[in-house]
């Protein structure tokens, strides 16, 4: 059964950096794809970003294109999130995903993934 952990998120002020992690164990993880995700208080989960199993394509909502880069070391069954240059609006409980089926080469929309970690806050203050 693969699980996912995340840890690295915390309070920031804006224009400051964090660096998320996932930790995954129970399967091969270098067969999935792996995503990120938000939620904000009140608003729908949303994606952030996304990447191959190998790692040699990746996605990244509109939004945060040019300051967040996800990766991904498969040797040490770990993927990240590099976020620079953070907004409040960035504020959100942030998941990491995969997809364990490996019918997906990214995963870009929630339904497309299938095990979930347990998020964890990122705040930024103004």
């Known amino acids: 059964q693969v699980q996912l952990v995340e840890s690295g998120g915390g309070l920031v002020q804006a224009g400051g950096s964090l660096r998320l992690s996932c930790a995954a164990s129970?399967?091969?993880?270098?067969?999935?794809?792996m995503g990120w995700f938000r939620q904000g208080s009140g608003k729908e989960r949303e994606f952030v970003a996304a990447i191959s199993w190998r790692g040699v394509t990746t996605s990244y909502a509109d939004s945060v294109k040019g300051r967040f880069t996800i990766s991904r070391d498969n040797a040490e069954n770990m993927a990240y999130l590099q976020m620079n240059s953070l907004k409040p609006e960035d504020t959100a409980v942030y998941y990491c995903?995969?997809?364990?089926?490996?019918?997906?080469?990214?995963?870009?929309?929630?339904?497309?993934?299938?095990?979930w970690g347990q998020g964890t806050q990122v705040t930024v203050s103004s």
């Open positions: 129970g399967g091969t993880f270098s067969k999935y794809a």
């Open positions: 995903a995969a997809d364990t089926s490996t019918i997906h080469t990214i995963v870009v929309r929630r339904e497309e993934c299938n095990v």
